[in-house]
């Protein structure tokens, strides 16, 4: 049985840092590709970064440019998100979700994930 676990959420000031964890297990996790998303209340879920299978091709969310780096440990079976210089906003729920290496993996479609976790929620306050 896939397990994803995200940790690491809580509430930060304005221009903090947070990094975020995810753990895999019951899948062989060097083999997917693992992608961060976050929803908040009454908004559509978005994405916000993804790293591939090998680890060397990384993806972001414009905004995050710059302040998100999204890495992995696949001895630890874990993914990171450290967010640096966050800005104010709603607060949202964090999902770590897993996607097979598809010919067509588009790293910020939710659809082509085929795990996700529980979510941990992160709040920026101003």
């Known amino acids: 049985q896939v397990q994803v676990v995200e940790s690491g959420g809580g509430l930060v000031q304005a221009g903090g840092s947070l990094r975020l964890s995810c753990a895999a297990s019951?899948?062989?996790?060097?083999?997917?590709?693992m992608g961060w998303f976050r929803q908040a209340p009454g908004k559509e879920r978005e994405f916000v970064a993804a790293?591939?299978?090998?680890?060397?091709?990384?993806y972001y969310k414009d905004s995050g440019k710059g302040r998100f780096t999204i890495s992995r440990d696949d001895a630890k079976n874990t993914v990171y998100l450290q967010m640096k210089n966050l800005h104010p906003e709603s607060p949202a729920v964090y999902y770590c979700?897993?996607?097979?290496?598809?010919?067509?993996?588009?790293?910020?479609?939710?659809?082509?994930?085929?795990?996700w976790g529980q979510g941990t929620q992160v709040t920026v306050s101003s």
């Open positions: 979700a897993a996607s097979w290496p598809y010919h067509d993996y588009d790293p910020a479609a939710g659809g082509m994930y085929d795990y």
């Open positions: 019951g899948l062989t996790f060097s083999n997917y590709a």
């Open positions: 790293i591939r299978w090998n680890g060397g091709t990384t």
